[in-house]
């Protein structure tokens, strides 16, 4: 009678778990993920631009030269196609029948962390040169009191739901913990009237912080991180300071009348959106000199693209954005700089 009983209460757990799993996995699909591998959600929700590039087989040591590009979006394919301008330039340069094959994961938005983070998920692949331009996205984390930010700048939603994801690997065989994080984490932020900034604007009333640059240590935990999982991957990796333009004897106010200080472009940006102008040139700044510390101390190669670009308001549709001339010019740069290193075979 006992065993009866017991296998009664196993076979009816059982069946409530598994009826549990499924409605909560059918919960998660109508947000968006997959039924049967959940984590894939990481590039489905967040990562789009990796989702053709993870399921590849990319390899270091065959005839086609891979080359990935990690930036936000003034080297993204929408923005700029510098891989379609890349390409071009090298293969006017390299005529003995060399392929070259480019994956541009840069994306608009996306900071050091979501670079690095895309960097470590592809950690099947292995390329012959990885290009890394980004340091003005960092600044809108920077526009919050310091009590209220955090080093994983979770003080973005979008990065707090990232590393959520990524701390339940066996989200693809039970999600039951992973739901059970969520809704904690929701309680606690109701609790403890948790700050969240946008990922995509400033909050007008915290512009005044933005002038301390609490990213500094992010960003160089990030680019150390970088480095690192590029040396030991075997990948040749190429970092290059950030080129802005900010007129000079011009008080920029984020307003359409910015424009006429620029290029005319079909698409610009203001500069409010990373914070207050000289908050924004300020963190341009200090993450540049933490690229260059650290190429010296790790023996990186390294363009220095901000002293590279011309000062010439042609070449830029807002403080960060390349224009058609810019974005040549970015291209011939690079390629040169490629070519005259041997960074490629």
């Given at each position: 009678?006992?065993?009866?009983?017991?296998?009664?209460n196993?076979?009816?757990?059982?069946?409530?778990?598994?009826?549990?799993?499924?409605?909560?996995?059918?919960?998660?699909?109508?947000?968006?993920?997959?039924?049967?591998?959940?984590?894939?959600?990481?590039?489905?929700?967040?990562?789009?631009?990796?989702?053709?590039?993870?399921?590849k087989?990319?390899?270091?040591?065959?005839?086609?030269?891979?080359?990935?590009?990690?930036?936000?979006?003034v080297?993204?394919?929408?923005?700029?196609?510098?891989?379609?301008?890349?390409?071009?330039?090298?293969?006017?340069?390299?005529?003995?029948?060399?392929?070259?094959?480019?994956?541009?994961?840069?994306?608009?938005?996306?900071?050091?962390?979501?670079?690095?983070?895309?960097?470590?998920?592809?950690?099947?692949?292995?390329?012959?040169?990885v290009?890394?331009?980004?340091?003005?996205?960092?600044?809108?984390?920077?526009?919050?009191?310091?009590?209220?930010?955090?080093?994983d700048?979770?003080?973005?939603?979008?990065?707090?739901?990232?590393h959520?994801?990524?701390?339940?690997?066996?989200?693809?065989?039970?999600?039951?913990?992973?739901?059970?994080?969520?809704?904690?984490?929701?309680?606690?932020?109701?609790?403890?009237?948790?700050?969240?900034?946008?990922?995509?604007?400033?909050?007008?009333?915290?512009?005044?912080?933005?002038?301390?640059?609490?990213?500094?240590?992010?960003?160089?935990k990030?680019?150390?991180?970088?480095?690192?999982?590029?040396?030991?991957?075997?990948?040749?990796?190429?970092?290059?300071?950030?080129?802005?333009?900010?007129?000079?004897?011009?008080?920029?106010?984020?307003?359409?009348?910015?424009?006429?200080?620029?290029?005319n472009c079909?698409?610009?940006?203001?500069?409010?959106?990373?914070?207050?102008?000289?908050?924004?040139?300020?963190?341009i700044?200090?993450?540049?000199?933490?690229?260059?510390?650290?190429?010296?101390?790790?023996?990186?190669?390294?363009?220095?693209?901000?002293?590279?670009?011309?000062?010439?308001?042609?070449?830029?549709?807002?403080?960060?954005?390349?224009?058609?001339?810019?974005?040549?010019?970015?291209?011939?740069?690079v390629?040169?700089?490629?070519?005259?290193?041997?960074?490629?075979?």
């Amino acid at each position: 009678m006992k065993l009866r009983l017991v296998l009664f209460n196993t076979v009816f757990f059982l069946i409530l778990f598994v009826c549990t799993e499924v409605l909560l996995r059918l919960t998660l699909v109508f947000f968006g993920y997959p039924f049967l591998q959940p984590s894939g959600y990481i590039c489905k929700g967040f990562y789009k631009e990796l989702e053709a590039v993870e399921k590849k087989d990319i390899k270091s040591n065959d005839k086609v030269i891979d080359i990935l590009i990690l930036g936000g979006s003034v080297v993204s394919t929408p923005w700029s196609n510098m891989e379609g301008r890349l390409d071009t330039i090298l293969r006017k340069t390299y005529r003995n029948g060399e392929q070259f094959a480019f994956y541009n994961v840069a994306a608009a938005g996306h900071t050091s962390l979501d670079n690095r983070l895309k960097y470590e998920l592809l950690d099947k692949q292995r390329f012959d040169l990885v290009i890394y331009y980004e340091a003005i996205n960092e600044n809108r984390a920077n526009n919050i009191p310091a009590k209220d930010f955090y080093p994983d700048y979770s003080h973005i939603k979008w990065y707090s739901d990232i590393h959520l994801l990524l701390a339940h690997p066996e989200i693809d065989f039970i999600v039951t913990p992973y739901i059970c994080a969520k809704l904690i984490r929701a309680v606690k932020d109701l609790v403890t009237h948790k700050i969240y900034v946008s990922q995509e604007k400033v909050n007008p009333v915290f512009v005044k912080y933005g002038g301390d640059i609490k990213t500094a240590a992010s960003y160089e935990k990030n680019i150390d991180t970088i480095i690192k999982i590029a040396q030991k991957r075997g990948d040749k990796l190429l970092l290059m300071s950030y080129a802005s333009y900010f007129p000079p004897k011009v008080k920029l106010t984020g307003e359409e009348s910015d424009m006429k200080h620029f290029s005319n472009c079909n698409y610009a940006s203001p500069v409010i959106i990373w914070g207050a102008p000289g908050h924004v040139q300020k963190g341009i700044e200090v993450h540049n000199q933490i690229l260059r510390k650290l190429v010296l101390k790790n023996h990186v190669s390294f363009l220095d693209m901000a002293k590279r670009m011309p000062a010439d308001s042609s070449f830029f549709c807002d403080v960060c954005h390349v224009s058609e001339p810019g974005a040549r010019y970015f291209a011939k740069e690079v390629s040169s700089f490629i070519i005259e290193k041997k960074l490629i075979r």
